[in-house]
């Protein structure tokens, strides 16, 4: 028996304050956006957490002030992919203020920046990138080798890469900080507190932007290193004058044998709400989202098979890029 739950939509207040170009801020955006200039400003320490939904906003409130000022941002992502398409997002905003440049560095772009530069490790190959002063976007790993003197290389490598972190970076981006595992989280507690500890006056921020309402990290930056900590969150409003966030969602749960898991059976034995929405919106897309890469070339041919009439693409690790960016504007993906 499946279970159906409507979900109502999200909609935010905004503030009529000036922010980016063309753009209103939601009120928790504009709040963010004072926070930020106020501690730079006084060259003060703050660790400010930012909770809302997924798509709310939550990174634009993070880069604004670099996007407006200039200012250098080390901004660290969970996942590789992640940095990727946030690398793709922030490009867009950055390219209008002409004010700074972003850079992706994960293992992959190290390998390819080492190559056009001729040199021999990406110790090298990454102070040359961080003397541009970019807008710095990586993963824990890389800030883990950078802050903990891991680079190997040249004489005096490591702790020059460590200087120019300290010296360049007053703010820090920890992006979807729900997904860092409590390594990760102490990693990151220890580096704020050393640099906070080393140079106490310089007067930093340091953003961790999630879904989820608590950290452990908290208790540690607030009690342990004496630190300001702030939370904002957005406030959903029934104003009519609301901007929506998220619309409304129909979700449709089905029984499957999770013991023996039998997730694309169960999926094709309900085509019947398929049927039912391709006669009520026939343009309409999909898309079938699965732990392994065999359900969804199995679901691929299921449609296939049924809906000939349909473009069907597949994206995962046997298609090419060329497939996987054809496979995204196809209806059925």
């Not at 969970?78 to 793709?88: G, V, Y």
């Not at 392994?292 to 069907?312: K, M, S």
């Amino acid at each position: 028996m499946s279970l159906t739950i409507d979900l109502a939509p999200i909609a935010y207040e905004q503030s009529d304050a000036d922010w980016l170009p063309d753009r209103q801020p939601y009120q928790y955006q504009h709040q963010v956006h004072q926070l930020m200039c106020e501690a730079l400003e006084r060259k003060e320490t703050l660790c400010l957490f930012l909770v809302t939904p997924t798509g709310s906003g939550k990174t634009l409130a993070s880069y604004a002030h670099s996007i407006l000022t200039g200012e250098p941002v080390l901004g660290v992502y969970p996942t590789n992919e992640l940095i990727a398409d946030q690398e793709r997002a922030l490009k867009a905003e950055f390219e209008t203020s002409e004010k700074n440049r972003v850079l992706r560095v994960d293992s992959a772009e190290l390998d390819r920046w080492q190559v056009n530069y001729d040199l021999k490790r990406h110790s090298e190959t990454l102070e040359v990138l961080l003397n541009h002063s970019p807008v710095l976007l990586t993963n824990p790993d890389i800030l883990f080798y950078l802050f903990f003197g891991l680079y190997q290389g040249q004489p005096g490598i490591a702790q020059r890469l460590f200087r120019l972190v300290a010296d360049i970076y007053s703010l820090f981006v920890f992006d979807e900080f729900h997904l860092y595992n409590i390594k990760q989280v102490t990693d990151v507690a220890f580096l704020v507190g050393a640099l906070q500890r080393i140079n106490p006056a310089r007067g930093r921020v340091f953003i961790f932007a999630s879904a989820t309402p608590s950290s452990p990290i908290v208790p540690l930056l607030r009690e342990k290193f004496g630190l300001r900590v702030e939370t904002i969150e957005g406030k959903p409003s029934e104003s009519p004058q609301a901007k929506p966030i998220a619309y409304p969602l129909r979700l449709t749960c089905i029984p499957a044998d999770l013991d023996h898991w039998q997730g694309t059976t169960a999926f094709a034995g309900s085509t019947a709400v398929i049927d039912a929405f391709l006669q009520s919106y026939p343009q309409g897309r999909f898309v079938a989202i699965f732990d392994a890469v065999a359900g969804a070339i199995e679901i691929a041919r299921l449609f296939h098979e049924r809906y000939p009439e349909l473009t069907v693409g597949e994206v995962h690790g046997l298609s090419s890029q060329e497939g996987r960016d054809a496979a995204t504007l196809r209806q059925v993906t």
